[in-house]
T-cell receptor, first 118, second 112 residues
Framework: EAQVTQNPRYLITVTGKKLTVTCSQNMNHEYMSWYRQDPGLGLRQIYY???????DKGDVPEGYKVSRKEKRNFPLILESPSPNQTSLYFC?????????????????FGPGTRLLVL | GENVEQHPSTLSVQEGDSAVIKCTYSDSASNYFPWYKQELGKRPQLIID?????GEKKDQRIAVTLNKTAKHFSLHITETQPEDSAVYFCAARRFGNEKLTFGTGTRLTIIP
């Protein structure tokens, strides 16, 4: 079954305690991204990766790190979490195919990780 | 950077009627415009997308239109059903680049 998994699904932590949220996909997708979702602000992209060892900043990268050492995994690292990083986090993977004029794309989101930083 | 504005923030529609959600974008280089549906407590789901080389795309009851000159695109849902109730997000990005900017969402409620 094609899927994106995230762990943990729920996490309560304290300010400054480093944490990692894992993301894994089994579809051999090249592209992966992290988003955070906050009420009234919608979805905002944190980081994305277009392939192994290729990562770049989204709209809200401050306070986050990522790595892409393997195609299937794209962990999100909070080195020193702060309360303003309390949010719902989604990982996603996507795949594009076709030519320049007829390009198609499919994208899958993980189930989400709800993080509370005290 | 890209800025995407989405309207309205909430929309209530009688079952069977049509719903239209509109988005504008600021970066003229953006050429890929996906739409997502997020049901309560669920993950977002890509439901339809359009690229800048076409003006309209349809998939059953859902259609998306794009006006590149005015830099706006819209989601049209016809013959709405209760299961269409959800939050819908538009987004924009440059093709070949995975940096994606979202609108703030529209909460669509279908009234039986």
């Amino acid at each position: 079954e094609a899927q994106v998994t995230q762990n943990p699904r729920y996490l309560i932590t304290v300010t400054g305690k480093k944490l990692t949220v894992t993301c894994s996909q089994n579809m051999n997708h090249e592209y992966m991204s992290w988003y955070r979702q906050d009420p009234g602000l919608g979805l905002r992209q944190i980081y994305y990766s277009m392939n192994v060892e290729v990562t770049d900043k989204g709209d809200v990268p401050e306070g986050y790190k990522v790595s892409r050492k393997e195609k299937r995994n794209f962990p999100l690292i909070l080195e020193s979490p702060s309360p303003n990083q309390t949010s719902l986090y989604f990982c996603a993977s996507s795949y594009q195919w076709g030519g320049p004029s007829v390009m198609e794309e499919t994208q899958y989101f993980g189930p989400g990780t709800r993080l509370l930083v005290l | 950077g890209e800025n995407v504005e989405q309207h309205p923030s909430t929309l209530s529609v009688q079952e069977g009627d049509s719903a239209v959600i509109k988005c504008t974008y600021s970066d003229s280089a953006s050429n890929y415009f996906p739409w997502y549906k997020q049901e309560l407590g669920k993950r977002p789901q890509l439901i339809i997308d359009i690229r800048s080389n076409v003006g309209e795309k349809k998939d059953q009851r859902i259609a998306v239109t794009l006006n590149k000159t005015a830099k706006h695109f819209s989601l049209h849902i016809t013959e709405t059903q209760p299961e269409d109730s959800a939050v819908y997000f538009c987004a924009a990005r440059r093709f070949g680049n995975e940096k994606l900017t979202f609108g703030t969402g529209t909460r669509l409620t279908i009234i039986p």
